[in-house]
């Protein structure tokens, strides 16, 4: 097998991998502003250079020549190589900047040029805390500035468009975002203007940079450059907690990570999955946040008086919940299921409602004709649309369903998106006594006779199943009124967490929404009906699903943990329609 | 958005020869931006945009091979554009003073246009003909070496009646003593 050394260790290599790929590939480490695994690689920025030499070889019996020491003889390159577009080859020879002086110098003399008329402003720079600029400067760049004359003026605040905002200064010019639009997106919306000290990325004269993937430009950017329009200013990198989840506004399951200070959502951003959405994420899926914060249901709510809806207690909503079923026959009972909501929620109403004596499940898919592309927006709108179905929810039609309604008395309604998609209108549900398990305040919890308050994917840990058969899934980021950071074991501690208590002052209840998972309230529903069926936590619904329901056969958390996502066997690509 | 300019058919047609020149439309920008200004007298960007249209490619790549080379006008110019290099020969041997008469002359500043929109001045950088310090350039073409004052108020009325000085051939040195 080809060989190839690299600071005076041996690796082993197959093909023709790029040598700053294959040595961050080996947990080694080269600084690098220009390079991205996804893109071409430029070698623009001259940040990863390296010492590379090649063993001189016999011509005619191709052995290598030895010296008087019995060592290989090394043609150095004559100059140094950036390592990011350097292929390897058998033999080859690298000295990075952890054994030689002079890769060490070399480095920081070209970030020494780099950061001449970078505006270094990082106290007020959104980009400051994961700015590999900044993280390198400290790593490998020069102490001081030995620049003393003015830096040159550029644009600042320019609105690329309606989500990105650049400030021109800061750029250096790696490429990355015009390279992002021209290669991963293909809607060459960027180039870089003028040349020299003077040059910059922009848009063409007149156009708008309203790329559906723009925003992934400002994740990809290494400096402060381009920052998103919505997050400016918002909060410091330092402050959030970071906590793995999945996309819920559409149907390809995007692997997101949630930005979460005091238990409020502030920012969603792409997390790498290499089977699923790579480093990116649509833009839509960015305005999800709002979703977690914004007009929750918190406490429940039950009408009284005709049609004003009232908070009321948990004891009596369960109360109220019960005798509701306790006053009708199982027929008459119409559980609808969510492709909104996660595999174990689904389930777990599905089974104490079976135990109960229900034997029919629908759910209406949410799908928008003509809404996706071939990259990661798709028609379904819903993130489990799988999920129910391999659950044993029946798909209906709109006009399926509103027949089914006019023939019940009691609708025990999990999507929370019934009306406002116009799947069917608030006239349809006057007649039965409706019960919708909610997140947020929408219309069609408005038109519910009873509300209970649950849950949302950044509170929870749960499972998606998307388009393509590919069970991944949440971890709870923000707690409720009932949860912890600390006790809750799924969760992350932040450093607030970690520091504060909640006696400090920058702590407060407010931003904690009084909800409960539904599997929760499900438990409580059945004991209270003195059905025997019991709930765990989600984990454990989750190995109960596995054992129980043959689609997903050997699914756990572990291993979705550990394989980042399952593919399911005998889920064929989803085939969607309204 | 490219209302107010069209190519003439023979433009395209002499697109469509530089087009034939390459395997790939790409390399055509810079031809044919080229032919856009000697048609417009400048690339403005509604002109990049008809450029990008007739090549069929991004406009935001035309954008970028446009402003990157100085001797692309991205806005509307004189008739005639006078290049005064102010870099070290030239700077040294009075092309300050040779920047600043002409900006007397006509009334304008460097970087600005006449009102009738004959001239236009700008200071730029080397052009490479320090042995004939001080130098200026007439619209990316003829070079008018030696300049004086006299010869200044020479090249402006010749300019005014639509003739451009001659290339002026400038013998080497060691050659005027060979013959």
Redesign the interface.
């Given at each position: 097998m080809p060989e190839i050394f690299i600071d005076g260790e041996r690796y082993e290599f197959e093909g023709k991998p790029k040598l700053l790929q294959f040595i961050l590939d080996n947990g080694k480490e080269v600084p690098f502003f220009c390079y991205h695994p996804e893109m071409s690689a430029p070698a623009n920025c001259r940040q990863c250079y390296v010492k590379v030499g090649t063993p001189v070889q016999n011509r005619e019996n191709g052995e290598y020549e030895l010296d008087e020491d019995g060592k290989r003889v090394i043609r150095w390159f004559p100059k140094m190589q950036t390592s990011c577009s350097t292929e390897i080859t058998d033999g080859m020879v690298v000295l990075t900047q952890e054994t030689s002086e002079e890769v060490a110098r070399a480095q920081k003399d070209t970030m020494e040029l780099i950061l001449i008329n970078h505006p270094l402003d990082c106290p007020i720079c959104d980009q400051a805390g994961e700015c590999p600029l900044q993280i390198q400067t400290y790593k490998y760049g020069p102490e001081g500035s030995r620049f003393e004359v003015k830096k040159v003026h550029k644009p600042k605040r320019v609105e690329l468009g309606p989500r990105v905002t650049l400030d021109a200064e800061r750029c250096i010019n790696c490429t990355r975002c015009v390279r992002f639009?021209e290669e991963i997106s293909g809607t060459?919306?960027?180039?870089?203007?003028?040349?020299g000290d003077k040059n910059y990325p922009?848009?063409?004269?007149?156009?708008e940079f309203d790329d559906p993937y723009s925003v992934n430009t400002v994740d990809i950017c290494p400096v402060g450059a381009l920052t998103s329009t919505d997050f400016r200013f918002k909060a410091r990198v330092w402050e959030m907690n970071q906590t793995p989840s999945i996309d819920i506004t559409g149907g390809k399951g995007t692997n997101v990570d949630l930005w979460v200070r005091d238990n409020i959502v502030m920012r969603l951003t792409p997390r790498f999955n290499a089977e699923v959405n790579s480093h990116w994420m649509p833009d839509a899926a960015r305005d999800a946040y709002k979703l977690f914060n914004e007009n929750r249901v918190s406490r429940p709510t039950i009408k009284v008086d005709g049609d004003n809806q009232v908070k009321t207690s948990w004891n009596n909503a369960l109360e109220t919940f019960a005798e509701t079923l306790e006053g009708v026959k199982p027929k008459d009972v119409l559980v609808i299921g969510s492709a909104h909501a996660s595999v174990e929620e689904n389930y777990s109403l599905m089974k104490v409602f079976s135990t109960w004596g229900v034997n029919d499940y629908y759910f209406v898919p949410d799908v928008k004709e003509e809404f996706g592309d071939d990259f990661l927006l798709t028609d379904d709108q819903a993130p489990n649309t799988n999920g129910v179905k391999a659950l044993g929810f029946t798909a209906q039609s709109t006009d399926e369903i509103k027949a089914a309604i006019k023939s019940a008395k009691v609708v025990v309604l999990l999507d929370g998106t019934f009306i406002d998609r116009e799947v069917i209108s608030s006239k349809d549900i006057k007649k039965p006594y409706v019960i919708n398990l909610a997140t947020n305040q929408t219309e069609t919890s408005i038109a519910a006779d009873l509300v209970i308050p649950i849950t949302c994917i950044a509170e929870h840990a749960a499972s998606y199943v998307n388009v393509d058969g590919r069970i991944q899934r949440s971890f709870p980021a923000k707690e409720t009124k009932y949860t912890h950071r600390k006790l809750d074991l799924e969760m992350s501690e932040g450093r607030l967490d970690r520091h504060g208590t909640n006696f400090d002052n920058w702590v407060n209840e407010d931003n904690k929404i009084d909800c409960t998972p539904v599997w929760e309230f499900m438990n409580d529903l059945s004991k209270r009906l003195g059905l025997n069926s019991e709930f765990g936590i989600s984990r454990e619904i989750m190995d109960e699903i596995a054992s129980s329901v043959s689609a997903f056969d050997g699914v756990s958390y572990e291993r979705m943990d550990n394989e980042n996502g399952i593919q399911l066997t005998g889920i064929s690509k989803e085939e969607v329609s309204a | 958005m490219a209302k107010n300019y069209e190519f003439t058919p023979e433009d395209l047609q002499e697109i469509e020869i530089i087009k034939a020149k390459f395997p790939e439309v790409m390399p055509a920008t810079l031809p044919t931006l080229w032919v856009a200004q000697r048609r417009f007298g400048h690339v403005e960007p509604e002109v990049q945009h008809l450029v990008a249209e007739t090549l069929g490619l991004p406009v935001s790549h035309v954008h970028g091979v446009a402003t990157f080379y100085t001797q692309y006008y991205k806005e509307k110019m004189g008739k005639y554009v006078l290049d005064i290099c102010t870099t070290t020969s030239c700077q040294l041997c009075g092309g300050y003073d040779m920047l600043h008469y002409l900006e007397n002359k006509l009334g304008i500043k460097a970087g600005e246009t006449t009102k009738d929109g004959m001239f236009s001045i700008q200071s730029v950088e080397c052009l490479g003909a320090c042995g004939y310090a001080p130098m200026m350039q007439i619209t990316n073409d003829v070079y008018v070496n030696n300049l004086t004052e006299e010869k200044l108020d020479a090249v402006i009325e010749s300019l005014k009646e639509g003739k451009i000085p001659e290339f002026e051939p400038v013998g080497m040195p060691q050659h005027e003593n060979r013959s």
């Open positions: 639009t060459h919306q960027l180039t870089i203007s003028s040349r922009i848009t063409a004269p007149g156009m | -």
